[in-house]
C-alpha cells in the first residue's frame, strides 16, 4: 500500500453521516418542588428590596439612631440554627425510612421553631418597653418590619409542619411525608440563612 493510501485512509469508524451524542444525566423536580423554588425566589426578591431600603435609609440623614441588640437575639439565633439541623436529621431519616428518628427529629424541629419565635417576640417586647417605638426612629421601624416579615414565614411554614408532623405520627404515606420533609428542610434553611443576614445587619448597623 502506498504512503498516499495510507493518508487517504479515515482512521474513525463509518457512522453513515449521523453523529450519535450520549445524553447527560437529568435533572427533574417535582410541581411541589418548582413551586417552592419559585417561592423562594419571590422571598428573596421581597428581602432584597427590604435591605436595600435599610442600607438607603442610613444614608439619608442623621436622624438614624441604631437600635441596641437585645441579648436574646443570640440565643434566638442558635435555637434556629438547631431548627434547621434536626430539620436535616428528619430528612436523613427520611431517606432511610427510619420512622422513631423522622418523628422525633420532626417534633424536635418544630417545638425549636416556636422557641424561636417566642425569642423574638420577647426580643420586641424589650425594646418596646425601653421606648423603642415604631414611629419614634426609622432603625425602629425596619426592625420591628424585618424580623416580622421573617417571623410571618416561619409561621407559615409551621403549617406545613403540623401537617406533616401529624402524618408521621399516625404513619400515613411515607412517600409522601418524605416529600414534606424534604420541603421543610430546604424551606428552613433557607429562613436561617435569611436570618443570619439579618441578625448580621442589625448588629452592624
Known amino acids: 500500500m502506498s504512503i498516499l493510501s495510507q493518508l487517504m485512509e479515515k ?10 451524542l450520549k445524553a447527560g444525566p437529568s435533572i427533574s423536580r417535582t410541581p411541589t418542588e418548582v413551586g417552592l423554588l419559585f417561592f423562594l425566589a419571590s ?9 436595600i431600603s435599610y442600607n438607603g435609609r442610613i444614608l439619608l440623614g442623621n436622624d438614624w439612631v441604631p437600635v441596641p441588640d437585645p441579648t436574646i437575639l443570640w440565643i434566638n439565633t442558635v435555637i434556629l440554627i438547631f431548627s434547621s439541623i434536626a430539620f436535616h436529621r428528619a430528612r436523613k431519616n427520611a431517606r432511610a425510612s ?28 424589650q425594646l418596646y418597653e425601653l421606648g423603642y417605638y415604631v414611629s419614634n426612629n426609622p432603625a425602629n421601624s425596619f426592625f420591628y418590619l424585618l424580623t416580622s416579615i421573617h417571623a410571618l414565614h416561619l ?6 409542619w403540623m401537617r406533616t408532623q401529624y402524618r408521621a405520627q399516625l404513619g400515613i404515606d411515607l412517600g409522601k411525608i418524605t416529600v414534606s420533609i424534604e420541603l421543610c428542610a430546604i424551606y428552613w434553611h433557607y429562613l436561617l440563612v435569611v436570618w443570619l443576614i439579618i441578625f448580621v445587619l442589625l448588629l452592624t448597623t
Open 43 to 51: 422571598i428573596t426578591g421581597l428581602f432584597t428590596l427590604l435591605l
Open 11 to 20: 482512521p474513525w469508524p463509518q457512522s453513515n453521516g449521523a453523529t450519535v
Open 155 to 160: 409561621i407559615g411554614g409551621l403549617f406545613v
Open 98 to 125: 427510619k420512622v422513631t428518628g423522622i418523628k422525633k427529629n420532626l417534633l424536635v424541629a418544630g417545638l425549636l421553631t416556636f422557641g424561636f419565635l417566642a425569642g423574638q417576640t420577647i426580643a420586641s417586647l
